[in-house]
Nanobody
Framework: QVQLVESGGGLVQAGGSLRLSCAAS????????MGWFRQAPGKEREFVGS????????NYADSVKGRFTVSRDNAKNTVYLQMNSLKPEDTAVYYC?????????????????WGQGTQVTVSS
């Protein structure tokens, strides 16, 4: 069983930055792709970004390209989401997800394990 614990959420003003962390345990972290998703009130959960097992490739939703960066530290079993130039529309619960594959993209079906989520609120 894989456990994922997100941290780093909070309240920030528009234009500010936050870095989310997701600590993984329960299997060999370095072998699998990881992803970040978010769900705003009244909306479906959506893809934010993902990273391959070896960090050789990242993918992003158009809405966050150029502002968000996904990275990972396999030695620490942790994946990060650096969020810059935050906008009120970025307000959501952010979820970390672990794939059962070495490479994964935007589809939620690629991900077998999910964290509990962390709230990010961006004020205008």
């Amino acid at each position: 069983q894989v456990q994922l614990v997100e941290s780093g959420g909070g309240l920030v003003q528009a234009g500010g930055s936050l870095r989310l962390s997701c600590a993984a345990s329960g299997r060999t972290f370095s072998r699998y792709a990881m992803g970040w998703f978010r769900q705003a009130p009244g909306k479906e959960r959506e893809f934010v970004g993902s990273i391959y097992w070896n960090a050789a490739n990242t993918n992003y939703a158009d809405s966050v390209k150029g502002r968000f960066t996904v990275s990972r530290d396999n030695a620490k079993n942790t994946v990060y989401l650096q969020m810059n130039s935050l906008k009120p529309e970025d307000t959501a619960v952010y979820y970390c997800a672990a794939s059962s594959r070495a490479v994964a993209g935007p589809s939620q079906s690629h991900y077998a394990y999910w964290g509990q989520g962390t709230q990010v609120t961006v004020s205008s």
